[in-house]
C-alpha cells in the first residue's frame, strides 16, 4: 500500500544542493535505464543519456522502447540514419559508438501496454517516460504503483495550436514529474497526483490510434523539445547525485521560466529544514496533447504573499 501523499516520507532532499561541493553521480554496475518512447523529445534523450552513462564506467544497460517508425515527415525534429522503427534504428546508431565501454543498448520495438508492462519495466529499474499521450503516462505510473523499488521520470511538452478544450497553445511550455517508489512505498507522488488529465485521460493509446489520427496530432517546436529532453536529464543526473528536491519541474522558453512546482513533502514529526528556494511555476499540469488549467506565474516561496502582477 502506497502513502497518503500528503504524508510522504522524505525523498532525497528538501533544500538546494550545497553550492560549495560537486556533485557526483552514482551509477552503480547494474544500472537499467529504460526510455520508453523516442520521438522529438526520447531521441535526443537516447543520445546524452547514452553518452553520460558511457562515461561513468560501469556496466549498466539503456533500453530503448518505441512500436513507432521514423519516416521523412519526422526530419523536421528528429535526427535518423533511416526509416524503421525508431528503437531499433537508434540502438543500431548508438551501439558503434559505446562498443568499448561498459554501456549495452539494446531495442524493443514495442509500445507498452498493460500486458507487456510487467515484462519491460521491473523493480530497480530507472524509468524515463517521453511520450505524448497521457494515457500511456497514466498505464506507466499506475504499473510503477505496483513495484517495490522505481524511479519515473516523465516529460512532455505542448504541442502547437489548439489543444483537445479548444485553446490554443504556443507550443512552449512543458514539464517533468518525477514518481519514486522505495521499500515498497511511494516517496513522491505518483504522474496522477493533482493531475486529473492524467487520470482520466482523454487521449488514446497509440495501438489505438489510427495512422490518420498520428497524422492529425499537433505539430511541436523543437526547441521546446530540446528544453523537455534537458530538463528530463538533468533530473535524472539529480537523482543519482541524491540532489534531487522536487517532484515536478514546469519551464516556458518563451518566458525564460524553469522552476520546481512545488517542494517534496517531509514525513510526519519530521523537523523542517531551511526553506527551499522552490517556487510555483507557470502551470500546475503536465504538458502533453490534452489541456491545461489556468497558469500560474512563479513566485518566490518565501514570497507567495507578494505576488507581482504579469500580463498573461
Not at 505524448?132 to 522505481?150: I, Q
Not at 507557470?282 to 502582477?309: F, I, L, Y
Request: hydrophobic share 40%; glycine share 8%; with cysteine.
Amino acid at each position: 500500500m502506497s502513502a497518503t501523499h500528503n504524508n510522504l516520507p522524505r525523498f532525497m532532499n528538501q533544500m538546494l544542493p550545497a553550492v560549495d561541493k560537486p556533485l557526483e553521480p552514482s551509477v552503480p554496475d547494474g544500472t537499467t535505464i529504460k526510455l520508453i518512447g523516442l520521438g522529438g523529445v526520447g531521441s535526443i534523450v537516447a543520445r546524452y543519456s547514452a553518452l553520460f552513462l558511457a562515461s561513468c564506467g560501469s556496466e549498466c544497460r539503456l533500453v530503448l522502447l518505441d512500436g513507432d517508425s521514423f519516416d521523412p515527415t519526422n526530419a523536421a525534429r528528429m535526427l535518423f540514419g533511416q526509416c524503421g522503427n525508431k528503437a531499433a534504428v537508434l540502438c543500431a546508431e548508438l551501439m558503434p559508438t559505446f562498443v568499448d565501454t561498459g554501456l549495452s543498448v539494446l531495442a524493443v520495438p514495442e509500445y507498452v501496454t498493460r500486458a507487456n508492462l510487467p515484462r519491460l519495466v521491473v523493480d530497480g529499474d530507472i524509468v524515463l517516460l517521453a511520450v505524448d499521450n497521457h494515457s500511456t503516462r497514466k498505464l506507466v505510473s499506475d504499473h510503477c504503483a505496483t513495484l517495490s523499488d522505481v524511479c519515473l521520470i516523465s516529460g512532455g511538452n505542448d504541442g502547437v495550436g489548439l489543444d483537445g478544450a479548444g485553446t490554443f497553445r504556443r507550443g512552449t511550455y512543458g514539464n517533468v514529474q518525477v514518481y519514486v517508489r522505495a521499500d515498497g512505498r511511494d516517496t513522491t507522488p505518483p504522474l496522477t497526483h493533482r493531475h486529473p488529465e492524467i487520470e482520466r485521460p482523454r487521449d488514446r493509446h497509440p495501438n489505438d490510434m489510427s495512422c490518420i489520427d498520428m497524422m492529425l496530432s499537433m505539430p511541436q517546436i523543437l526547441f521546446t523539445n530540446l528544453a523537455t529532453a534537458s530538463a528530463m536529464l538533468n533530473t535524472l543526473w539529480l537523482h543519482l547525485c541524491s540532489a534531487l528536491h522536487y517532484h515536478e519541474l514546469a519551464f516556458d522558453i518563451a518566458d525564460g521560466l524553469m522552476r520546481p512546482v512545488v517542494p517534496i513533502p517531509m514525513a510526519v514529526g519530521e523537523t523542517p529544514g531551511p526553506t527551499p528556494k522552490v517556487v510555483d511555476a507557470v502551470s500546475s499540469v503536465p504538458a502533453g496533447n490534452e489541456s491545461k488549467r489556468g497558469r500560474k506565474h512563479a513566485v518566490s516561496a518565501d514570497h507567495r504573499s507578494k505576488k507581482p502582477h504579469r500580463k498573461s
